[in-house]
């Protein structure tokens, strides 16, 4: 059984930071591209960057400059630094392994997620 486990979310003032951090189980995080996502009231779930085991990174053009995207293959953790927040960062956010074919693997699973909120 897979396991995502996503903490780190809060509420933060426009132009705050957080640190989202994921705990994964080793059969999805392992050899594989990890991504966050995220999920604001209303929308659909996007992504907003996904790591290669090889740490090569790619961010949607929202988040480029403000967001960093590392993982920890020792622990099998995926880690999300937001920095510069605004309010349209509001969403909860999601970790899953970045390729749907790896994702269908685990039956689609989708952990609880960490709701972020960005207001003054």
């Known amino acids: 059984q897979v396991q995502l486990v996503e903490s780190g979310g809060g509420l933060v003032q426009p132009g705050g930071s957080l640190r989202l951090s994921c705990a994964a189980s080793?059969?999805?995080?392992?050899?594989?591209?990890m991504g966050w996502y995220r999920q604001a009231p209303g929308k659909e779930r996007e992504l907003v960057a996904f790591?290669?085991?090889?740490?090569?990174?790619y961010y949607t053009d929202t988040v480029k400059g403000r967001f960093t995207i590392s993982r920890d293959n020792a622990k099998s953790a995926l880690y999300l630094q937001m920095n510069n927040l605004q309010p349209e960062d509001t969403a909860v956010y999601y970790c899953?392994?970045?390729?749907?074919?790896?994702?269908?693997?685990?039956?689609?699973?989708w952990g609880q997620g960490t709701q972020v909120t960005v207001s003054s």
């Open positions: 080793t059969s999805i995080f392992s050899g594989n591209t």
């Open positions: 790591i290669r085991p090889s740490d090569t990174t």
């Open positions: 899953n392994g970045y390729s749907p074919t790896i994702r269908a693997r685990f039956g689609n699973y």
